[in-house]
């Protein structure tokens, strides 16, 4: 397994173009089981599990071609990725297939709904948690599905086709609110979804499916209002930027001291970690291709924050702003509503000599003034971020391992970070060890 190696003290200043976001790609690339006609993705992040979704996408019988899109105005030269699902060969989803990447069940929506039936593995819990899919299983029931679980299947039917209804979830949950909109899509009838996901990911399936032929209306609010169609038509769409990658870059120029140019992004893709960036010391200037972050004021002081859906902070950044905590001036305090397990970067920080103390969904840090390199393990996806992050500001070598978690959601991190002057770089590994699935 490769490893990357840090060594500390170097400020991240630079320009770094921002991808397309995964947790928007995911279910963008799903979304093409609801026609028989291309669907057309530019700016496709170039990370593994966009290709565990290709590969399963392949295995139900899509098609799929890859390109360069270059655009008559000049523009930033967008990977592209054409899939077709003409033919659907299969509506079974393997469980050795399912288990690399948790995000795959959102092939279940698009099946049940274009043919009317889906067997889909269940994805299994993960490092940071258990990751049910039993609010999914309930809102398609809602639309007239019929759910059996067998020997660690979902078994869905809907031989007369999804029949609209008004369904309101009992919490947010993104990747539900995602397969329910496209089941929905195709439903005889209105559906209304009721406290549904509004990420900026879910507006962007929204307004894909809408160029497909879809009728959303409510799109960005908690309410999605939508009127089945007999079908849906090809369609060219982009993919909207990478929040998480936006502020895993912004947290790094403010925790090294340095300025960064983040290109292909748009500060309001991150409505409450913006400010608190700000109120931590950047100084944050919106540019015409996303916006500039001058963090040589380092972290001033501490925050106290709490994740929660959009627009609150995203929990997918909860490690990262950890981590800058652990070197700013003073105390902070958070708390993770959203998964049960998410603080395992905790003790891999602590070997870096960061002060944390976590007290069930509730973690207190003391900020100090350094921190020194050590060998640590990533754990999951955006840990193993928060400690490439750590090694940065860190005095001296860190070596994290086991990153095939980074691989799975950060395009090129180290490509991207040696750019802008860090001392980074990453070591082939010899062996493949088993790797533990989760993330997405
Ligand atoms: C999506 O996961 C993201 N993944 C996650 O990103 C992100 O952390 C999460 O949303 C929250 O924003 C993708 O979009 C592919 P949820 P998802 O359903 O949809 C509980 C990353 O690092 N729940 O919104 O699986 C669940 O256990 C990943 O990129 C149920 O109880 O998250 C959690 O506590 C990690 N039953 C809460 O709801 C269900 O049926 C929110 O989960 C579904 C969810």
Redesign the pocket.
């Known amino acids: 397994m490769d490893k990357i190696r840090i060594i500390g003290g170097s400020p991240l200043n630079g320009i770094i173009r921002i991808g397309g976001a ?2 928007a790609s ?1 279910p963008l690339m799903a979304a093409c089981l609801l026609t028989d006609e291309p669907v057309t993705f530019k700016n496709i992040p170039d990370l593994a599990d966009i290709t565990s979704m290709a590969i399963l996408l392949e295995h139900l019988g899509v098609q799929i071609g890859q390109g360069i899109d270059s655009p008559e105005n000049g523009g930033l030269q967008l990977p592209s990725m054409t899939l077709t699902a003409s033919h659907v060969k299969t509506t079974i989803a393997p469980y050795d297939l399912v288990r690399r990447m ?2 795959s069940v959102l092939v279940l929506g698009p099946l049940l709904a274009r043919m009317g039936q889906a067997v889909v593995s269940m994805p299994g819990g993960c490092a ?9 299983l309930k809102a398609m029931e809602a639309l007239g599905a019929e759910i059996t679980l067998e020997e660690g299947y979902v078994h869905a039917r809907a031989p007369h086709g999804l029949k609209g209804a008004s369904h309101t979830f009992p ?6 609110t995602e397969n329910l909109l496209m089941c929905a899509c195709l439903a005889d009838g209105e559906t209304t979804l009721r406290n549904a ?1 509004r ?1 900026p ?1 879910v507006i962007d399936l929204a307004n894909c499916l809408v160029s497909m032929g879809a009728q959303i209306s409510g799109i960005g609010t908690d309410t999605l209002v939508i009127q089945g169609v007999s079908r849906l038509h090809g369609a060219t769409h982009t993919v909207v930027a990478d929040r ?1 990658e936006t502020g895993t870059y912004a947290i790094g120029a403010l925790m090294t001291g340095g300025q960064v140019d983040l290109i292909g992004t748009d500060p309001s893709l991150l409505p409450t970690f913006v400010p608190l960036l700000e109120e931590m010391g950047a100084i944050i200037t919106p540019t015409a291709h996303g916006f500039h972050v001058d963090g040589r004021n380092k972290p001033q002081h501490g925050v106290d924050i709490m994740t929660e ?1 959009f627009p609150g902070f ?3 950044l909860q490690a990262q702003i950890m981590t800058l905590m652990s070197v700013a001036q003073g105390a902070s305090m958070i708390t993770e509503t ?3 397990n998410r603080f395992m970067h905790v003790p891999e920080l602590q070997r870096l000599g960061a002060s944390i103390n976590v007290h069930g969904a509730s973690a207190m840090i003391r900020g100090k003034p350094q921190l020194i390199g050590a060998p640590v393990m990533a754990t999951d ?2 840990a193993s971020v928060s400690l490439v992050l750590a090694g940065m500001a860190a005095q001296g070598e860190t070596i994290v391992s086991r990153v095939y978690h980074l691989d799975r ?1 950060y395009e090129h991190v180290e490509d991207k970070l040696a750019a802008c002057g860090i001392n980074i770089e990453r070591i082939r590994g010899r062996d493949h060890d088993t790797e533990d699935h989760c ?2």
């Open positions: 995964k947790n995911l948790r995000a940071i948690g258990t990751r049910p899919i039993d609010l999914h919490l947010v949950t993104v990747t539900g996901a990420e990911e998480i859906p995203p929990t997918d959203i998964f049960e996806l955006r959601g993330a997405a």
